[in-house]
């Protein structure tokens, strides 16, 4: 077990409040793809600070659509060093992934690199850095992302080797697609919808030790409502 998540149980167990940031792109951003639906930031507000009783927390979302590692890197002072974060949560990838656009080619390592290089900002304000791979995508129907699973692997990678805790999103996509598209989880090719965010807020959940608190509706909800999407897909 990292040692950050350690940190994080212990602080999730004391009542001195917490500062949450989620950043990256669209799929944090949660806009338009979820239909009107909570994205899964939205989620673990409710489950943080209602279902856990943390009221005096803060979770702040700070994700803009169609950005880059780059971009981030390059506002990290307000999308969050000027939070003054307890936890930074990063999904990105899916648009440093692509070879369509406007935006340079980048190859897995240089990505790497800047993930990195986030990672280090967010220790040095102090914070527990959490980082998520990119859900998996519908390939055939968003050729220009072929190389997603890539870009995942080198968020693992970052992971592995500064001991950060992971929550892989890609992984649990595939598994719900049996290794292919995660039918009823996705809004388009690439954006995950509302069931999307409801497994996504539950994998973190689970990852941060917190899905199962006691007489959670949140967690009952989500798991509902994937399970009807699974049906439906």
Not at 38 to 65: M, Q
């Amino acid at each position: 077990m990292p040692e950050d998540l350690t940190s994080l149980q212990h602080a999730l167990g004391s009542s001195d409040p917490l500062n949450w940031v989620f950043t990256g792109d669209s799929i944090t951003h949660g806009l338009v793809h979820t239909q009107g639906a909570r994205n899964y930031v939205d989620h673990l507000h409710e489950l943080i600070r209602g279902d856990l009783g943390r009221a005096r927390d803060a979770v702040i979302n700070t994700a803009n659509s169609g950005w880059r590692i780059v971009q981030l890197l390059e506002d990290f002072s307000r999308r969050v060093a000027t939070w003054r974060p307890d936890i930074v949560s990063l999904m990105i990838g899916t648009n440093d992934c692509s070879t369509g656009g406007v935006f340079p080619i980048i190859e897995p390592a240089e990505f790497a690199a800047s993930v990195t290089e986030f990672v280090g900002r967010v220790r040095e304000l102090g914070a527990v850095p959490v980082l998520q791979t990119q859900p998996a995508v519908d390939v055939a129907n968003a050729p220009e992302r072929a190389r997603i699973a890539d870009f995942a692997q080198a968020v693992r990678d970052v992971a592995a080797t500064e001991d950060i805790v992971l929550i892989d999103q890609f992984a649990r996509f595939e598994q719900l697609g049996g290794g292919g598209v995660p039918w009823g989880m996705l809004n388009d090719p690439f954006h995950p919808n509302a069931a999307g965010h409801a497994v996504m807020a539950l994998e973190i959940a689970d990852v941060l030790g917190i899905r199962a608190a006691a007489g959670s509706r949140v967690v009952a909800d989500l798991e509902a409502q994937v399970a009807v999407a699974r049906r439906v897909g």
